[in-house]
């Protein structure tokens, strides 16, 4: 696709997203965010009631769906990934909506 002839806006939003998919650093799912209790009789969770929470990324794969884990260490950079990913499907929704209007536009100009 030639870059040179596209609009201010959909060049500006195509280079966002391959900024982003360039980097490989983005993961498909929703974040969730758990809360349980672990089962000691002498812990917080159970004497106060003060539940433990954990992350998971909720994940659909063939219908079904999938919860994984993801362990304190990785917390951060999971939610970053997640984060990236629901950036990219905005701007794909936002470079195909430019790309309506761009053909609306031209439609209405050809029956003319």
């Known amino acids: 696709m ?3 002839y596209m ?3 959909l060049k500006k939003t195509t280079s966002h ?4 998919l360039y980097k490989g650093s983005f993961l498909r799912g929703n974040p969730v965010i758990m809360e ?5 009789k002498n812990c917080r969770c159970i004497l106060l009631g003060k ?3 954990s992350l998971y990324i909720s994940k659909n794969k063939d219908g079904k769906r999938k919860m994984i884990y993801v362990p304190k260490r ?5 939610s970053a990934k997640l984060e990236a990913y629901q950036k990219i499907k905005k701007l ?4 195909s909506e430019i790309n309506y ?3 609306d536009i031209e439609k209405k100009s050809k029956n003319v």
């Open 2 to 4: 030639n870059r040179k």
């Open 7 to 9: 609009d201010l806006d």
């Open 17 to 20: 997203l391959a900024r982003l």
């Open 36 to 40: 349980r209790t672990c089962g000691n």
């Open 51 to 53: 539940k433990h929470k």
């Open 74 to 78: 990785l917390e951060d950079e999971v």
């Open 92 to 95: 794909a929704e936002k470079i």
């Open 101 to 103: 209007r761009k053909l």
